[in-house]
T-cell receptor, first 114, second 115 residues
Framework: GDSVTQMEGPVTLSEEAFLTINCTYT??????LFWYVQYPGEGLQLLLK?????DKGSNKGFEATYRKETTSFHLEKGSVQVSDSAVYFC?????????????FGQGTTLQVKP | EAGVAQSPRYKIIEKRQSVAFWCNPI?????LYWYQQILGQGPKLLIQ????????DSQLPKDRFSAERLKGVDSTLKIQPAKLEDSAVYLC?????????????FGPGTRLTVL
C-alpha cells in the first residue's frame, strides 16, 4: 500500500541555517503531496502542497518539489528562525479510491537555537 | 472563519471505561475525518464521512470504536471499552469537497490517556 518515509529527527539547527527534511513515498498511482506542521501546543496546519509531478509548493519561505522520478518531496528553507521550531509531517493522499485520505510519515522534530 | 472545534482537549480514564469525543467541522465542509495519532507517529485515519455517510472506516477497530455524524455536521467518536493502547491524540479534520487534494483543516485534538 501507499506509504511515506521521513528522515529521523530531531533535527537541531542554529538560526539562519539551511534546512532540508527528506521525504520519500511509495504509491501505486499519482498522489498529491503535502507538508503539515505542528507547532507546540497547536493543531496540524497545512504548510504547502503539490498535486502533480514537477510542481513546487511554497509558503513562509519553505519549498518542496514533487519529484516523480525519485519519489521524493523534500522540504527546504534557506534560513530558519527560532519560530520554525515544530514537528513537520510529510503526507500523501491515498491513491486508493480518491477519497482524500491522508497517509502521514512519522514526523520530524525541528529545533532551532538562537 | 471559525476553525475545527474539538472537545474535550484532555481526558484521562481507566481501562475498560468508555469515552466520547466531539468534533464540529468548519461550516459548509462536507467531509469529516477522524485520525488517531500515537506518540511519536504520524496520524492514522480511523474514519471518513462524506456528509452523514461513511466513506472509509477500514482502519476503525469496530469491536470497540464507533462514530457517527448526525445531520452531516458535527460528529462524535466513542471508545467502549478503552484499552491501554488507545492512549493517543484524536484529531478531527474537515475539508470542503469529496476528497482528493482538498486541503484538510485540523482541530486541536483530544489527548486521551488510558490508565
Amino acid at each position: 500500500g501507499d506509504s511515506v518515509t521521513q528522515m529521523e529527527g530531531p533535527v537541531t539547527l542554529s538560526e539562519e541555517a539551511f534546512l532540508t527534511i527528506n521525504c520519500t513515498y511509495t504509491a501505486t498511482g499519482y498522489p498529491s503531496l503535502f507538508w503539515y506542521v505542528q507547532y507546540p501546543g497547536e493543531g496540524l496546519q497545512l504548510l504547502l502542497k503539490a498535486t502533480k509531478a514537477d510542481d513546487k509548493g511554497s509558503n513562509k519561505g519553505f519549498e518542496a518539489t514533487y519529484r516523480k522520478e525519485t519519489t521524493s518531496f523534500h522540504l527546504e528553507k534557506g534560513s530558519v528562525q527560532v519560530s520554525d521550531s515544530a514537528v513537520y509531517f510529510c503526507a500523501l493522499t491515498s491513491t486508493s479510491g480518491n477519497t482524500g485520505k491522508l497517509i502521514f510519515g512519522q514526523g520530524t522534530t525541528l529545533q532551532v537555537k538562537p | 472563519e471559525a476553525g475545527v472545534a474539538q472537545s474535550p482537549r484532555y481526558k484521562i480514564i481507566e481501562k475498560r471505561q468508555s469515552v466520547a469525543f466531539w468534533c464540529n467541522p468548519i461550516s459548509g465542509h462536507a467531509t469529516l475525518y477522524w485520525y488517531q495519532q500515537i506518540l511519536g507517529q504520524g496520524p492514522k485515519l480511523l474514519i471518513q464521512f462524506q456528509n452523514n455517510g461513511v466513506v472509509d472506516d477500514s482502519q476503525l477497530p469496530k469491536d470497540r470504536f464507533s462514530a457517527e455524524r448526525l445531520k452531516g455536521v458535527d460528529s462524535t467518536l466513542k471508545i467502549q471499552p478503552a484499552k491501554l493502547e488507545d492512549s493517543a491524540v484524536y484529531l478531527c479534520a474537515s475539508s470542503r469537497g469529496r476528497g482528493g487534494p482538498d486541503t484538510q483543516y485540523f482541530g486541536p485534538g483530544t489527548r486521551l490517556t488510558v490508565l
